[in-house]
């Protein structure tokens, strides 16, 4: 049942005959830390991930904001399809990245406001983020600073996102992926589920709540995702029901 805010229910067992699974990995996969290199990765989170490919036939994608060889080195054992830098790089799908103009001089400005006024600066393989964790109160000075800097870097776009603003490349998104992913085996003809905890995954959630399958929102928040999950820890218990706990191991 939902309430006006959104989905309050957790979601069914995945059915892995049928289901083509997406995941997005901060917040989700993994706690929210205070910084985006202090994530604690449960060890064998890659390996349960491929255990799980398995068996749902490969139909398993993980789908990220983060750049792709973060996303490969945090999970590593897991060798299917990965969708990097909000859907603008990929692994294992035969597709170009999308590496608009300016990128080094784009990341030059970030990297020189965030040195003026204390905030943490991500360099990305396709963009760049801003962290206001530590100075929440410069969240609406940064926001403006992204939003005129995409001004003068028009093959950027803002992507607001916890605590944090980046620049990645305009049209990228995951619904996007979603779409492009699904077109393909082994996606093609199985109902698309995809969780995701932040405001970068709400399209994505849309998508496949419109497609014929659903979303499944972690954490707090207004959603279009018909089920919802508390934490991560609650995102890999879920996982591991198709496959029990001891072949899950994470
Ligand atoms: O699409 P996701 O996998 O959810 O990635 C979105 C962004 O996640 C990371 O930033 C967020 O998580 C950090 C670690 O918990 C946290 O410190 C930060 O405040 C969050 O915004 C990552 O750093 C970004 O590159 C991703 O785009």
Known sequence: MRD???ATEAPPALDTAQDALFL???GCLVE????????CVPDRLGLGLAALAAR??????????????????????????????HGAESRGLGEAPLRPEGLLALQAELAEFAAQKGLLYEPKSLGAGLHFRARPE????????????????????VQLAKMAVELRPRGA??????ARLTRRAPFAGRRPVYAGDDVTDEPALAWAE?????????????????????????????????LGEDAWDV
């Open 56 to 85: 749902l036939d490969g139909a398993l994608a993980i789908v990220s904001g983060r750049s792709l060889r973060e996303l490969e080195h945090y999970l590593a054992g897991f060798d299917g399809p990965m969708v990097g830098s």
């Open 173 to 178: 998104s995951k619904d996007g992926a979603l």
């Open 210 to 242: 419109a497609h014929g399958g659903y979303g499944v929102k972690v954490g707090p928040g207004d959603t279009a995702a018909s089920y919802r999950l508390g934490a991560p820890d609650q995102v890999r218990a879920w996982l591991a029901r198709p």
């Open 4 to 6: 006006p805010f959104g």
């Open 138 to 157: 410069l969240q609406a000075e940064t926001e403006a600073f992204a939003a005129r800097a995409a001004l003068r870097f028009p093959g950027f776009e």
């Open 32 to 39: 929210i830390a205070p910084r985006p290199d202090a994530i």
């Open 24 to 26: 997005d990995f901060d």
